[in-house]
């Protein structure tokens, strides 16, 4: 952008607002875990990192954007985002009908997707503020994010691996006062486009709500994220879903997650079209829940770095989503830092542990130790 900017046109350009940027992101693994020629996904259902002892390269992202100004409400404003991303995470991004045959035609372990096209309108007359989104979102709710440089590590929960990831329709964001926001959308359904024949493409409504201590110290974020008649489809989650977060000082800050999810009528594994390892799982009356808890606490130790300890428990009651009926809990520490403005580095250890089944190193472990490191290069 500061090319741009000294360019022919640099002042039209700094007047728009418009942004052009991204980052190339790559990481390496060391896991108890080994791949075999049948099996090459042995650290799951630890993801994005699927396969063991290898470099991935995760995202090449790159964003063409126009963020609207809310910090006023003397004047309507407008802005837009155009995402794309090249690499593994694709296949955690990918919504059925939408590019989605590098996935589930081909099983192709990097590919492209758009996960974020949208246009903003904010509206600054309607209480303090709304802005109203239209178009395909990364689902609302959540600690962490699948854009590696707004995730607190380098791996990512299984709380989050396993929960709604994109949604397609209309979003509103309202600014009641100081203390409260709501938001509030209706979408077509998780992970599916308009046009798929799936049970999960039908009217979807989201509903959240956050309130904002007044010293701005502490929130609380909840609502239902995905409800609808819950049918078996192609990630048709219904998903409660609430967030506590607190921040003890400069220094010291933790943010803990839960939700429930569940669909009805279930016959197999999330579809019959994207089976997970493990083979069937035992669905009781065809009701599929699972639930789960995480907290991330962050410590900062210096101005460009800071450590985090993450924990977390899942109940894959009848294994829906990871195709073992187990409970897992999951335990990481790692570092962020960046070394100067263009690079972040973030090394962390992690177990893993199922308890009712063996659900690591395909099957045949419940315990798995993972060393990671992975590396953003901004631009």
């Given at each position: 952008?500061?090319?741009?900017y ?38 799951f ?9 290898r ?17 006023q409400?003397?004047?309507?404003d ?15 991004m ?7 045959d590098?996935?589930l ?27 109203i ?12 994010a699948?854009?590696?440089p ?26 009641i ?12 359904g998780t ?7 799936d ?6 409504g ?16 909840f ?7 819950g049918?078996?489809?192609?990630n048709n989650?219904?998903?409660i879903?609430g ?11 933790t943010a ?11 016959v197999?594994?999330?579809t ?7 083979g ?22 210096a101005p ?5 300890v ?15 009926p ?31 089944a ?21 631009y």
């Open positions: 952008m500061q090319a741009i000294e360019g022919p046109g640099g002042a039209w350009w700094k007047r728009s607002r418009i942004q052009i940027y991204g980052w190339e992101n790559f990481s390496f693994n060391l896991s108890t875990s080994q791949n075999t020629s049948r099996n090459q996904n042995a650290n259902p630890l993801i994005y990192d699927l396969r063991p002892n470099v991935e390269q995760h995202q090449f992202v790159l964003y063409l954007e126009r963020v609207p100004d809310e910090a409400t003397d004047h309507l407008w802005g837009f985002r155009i995402s794309a991303v090249y690499g593994l995470d694709y296949r955690f990918i919504s059925r009908g939408l590019f989605s590098q996935l035609k081909h099983n192709r372990y990097y590919g492209f997707d758009m996960p974020m096209v949208y246009f903003d309108l904010y509206l600054p007359s309607i209480f303090q503020g709304m802005n989104r239209i178009g395909r979102i990364i689902s609302e709710p959540d600690i962490e699948q854009l590696a707004n995730n607190l590590m380098s791996s990512h929960s299984l709380l989050y691996g396993f929960d709604n990831y994109t949604q397609t329709g209309i979003f509103t964001t309202t600014k006062n100081d203390q409260w926001t709501i938001q509030a959308g209706i979408s077509n992970d599916v486009a308009f046009w798929q024949n049970p999960g493409n039908q009217p979807t989201t509903i959240m709500i956050q309130w904002t201590a007044p010293n701005q110290m502490e929130s609380i974020y609502g239902d994220n995905a409800f609808n008649n049918e078996f489809g192609y989650l219904q998903q879903v967030t506590w977060t607190h921040k003890f000082n400069d220094k010291i800050y803990t997650e839960a939700w429930y999810m569940f669909m009805r009528d279930a197999s594994h999330p019959l079209d994207v089976p997970f390892q493990g069937s799982f035992p669905v009781r009356d065809g009701y599929a829940p699972e639930w789960a808890i995480l907290n991330y606490t962050m410590f900062r130790f460009t770095a800071f450590l985090t993450r924990n977390e428990y899942m109940n894959d009651k009848v294994g829906s989503r990871t195709g073992f187990t409970q897992y809990s999951e335990h990481s520490i790692g570092i962020t830092w960046w070394p100067n403005k263009i690079l972040t580095i973030r090394p962390e250890l992690r177990f893993d542990h199922s308890y009712d063996a659900a690591f190193n395909g099957g045949t472990r419940q315990n798995q130790f993972v060393f990671s490191t992975d590396f953003i290069i901004h």
